[in-house]
């Protein structure tokens, strides 16, 4: 199992920025496609963005433009940028492994509210 711990969440007004990071322990980080992944109270967890190791990317719609996913395979860290957030944005964000599976970590919490 890799574990993996997310930061960065807060509390901000609606139009600002936040950016998250996720540290991964092991060795074999840079071969795995990251996920970034939020979860609404009474809603599924959903995939917003994510990056293969080539650190080719790819958004859900709802973010495109957005936000921006990148990775430091040095640090073993991948970062979610999150400009012109959204009420709608509002979510615990989970970072994993796409493909594999693996445990969650505990999340961070963004809340966008004026």
């Known amino acids: 199992q890799v574990q993996l711990v997310e930061s960065g969440g807060g509390l901000v007004q609606p139009g600002g920025s936040l950016r998250l990071s996720c540290a991964a322990s092991g060795s074999t980080f840079s071969i795995y496609t990251m996920g970034w992944f939020r979860q609404a109270p009474g ?12 650190s080719m990317t790819n958004y859900a719609d709802s973010v495109r433009g957005r936000f921006t996913i990148s990775r430091d395979n ?12 959204k ?11 796409i493909g594999l599976h693996n445990n969650w970590g505990q999340g961070t919490q ?5």
């Open 43 to 54: 809603k599924q967890r959903e995939l917003v963005a994510h990056i293969l190791s080539s």
């Open 74 to 85: 040095a640090k073993n860290t991948v970062y979610l940028q999150m400009n012109s957030l």
């Open 87 to 97: 009420v709608e944005d509002t979510a615990v964000y989970y970072c994993n492994i």
């Open 110 to 114: 963004v809340t966008v509210s004026s």
